[in-house]
């Protein structure tokens, strides 16, 4: 069992940056798959990036490649996502979310989530 909490999350101009954190509960958190999500208003909920148990493999939707990065510190069971010249479309709630096994882009197939934090980017 994994519980994941998120923080981090605020109102910002466009341009500007955050970073979001993960904070994950259990002795097994490094053996897990880590993704950050978000959800529009109206849209469905979609990988933003993902990074695989030992942190070598990451994933990025091609849009953010350049602008977002996923890291993770196992020894604090946290992961981060630094988001840097931040959109207005960029503005949702984030989640984290664990899975075991490999990356993949697929909500469903994830099977611990966080609450959500909410991201605005004001234009």
């Known amino acids: 069992q994994v519980q994941l909490v998120e923080s981090g999350g605020g109102l910002v101009q466009a341009g500007g940056s955050l970073r979001l954190s993960c904070a994950g509960s259990?002795?097994?958190?490094?053996?897990?798959?880590m993704g950050w999500f978000r959800q529009a208003p109206g849209k469905e909920r979609e990988i933003v990036a993902a990074?695989?148990?030992?942190?070598?493999?990451?994933y990025y939707i091609d849009p953010l490649k350049g602008r977002f990065t996923i890291s993770r510190d196992n020894a604090k069971n946290t992961i981060y996502l630094q988001m840097n010249s931040l959109k207005p479309e960029d503005t949702a709630v984030y989640y984290c979310?664990?899975?075991?096994?490999?990356?993949?882009?697929?909500?469903?197939?994830?099977?611990?989530w966080g609450q959500g934090t909410q991201v605005t980017v004001s234009s």
């Open positions: 979310a664990a899975r075991r096994g490999p990356i993949v882009v697929v909500s469903t197939q994830y099977e611990y």
């Open positions: 259990g002795r097994t958190f490094s053996s897990y798959t």
């Open positions: 990074n695989s148990w030992s942190g070598v493999t990451t």
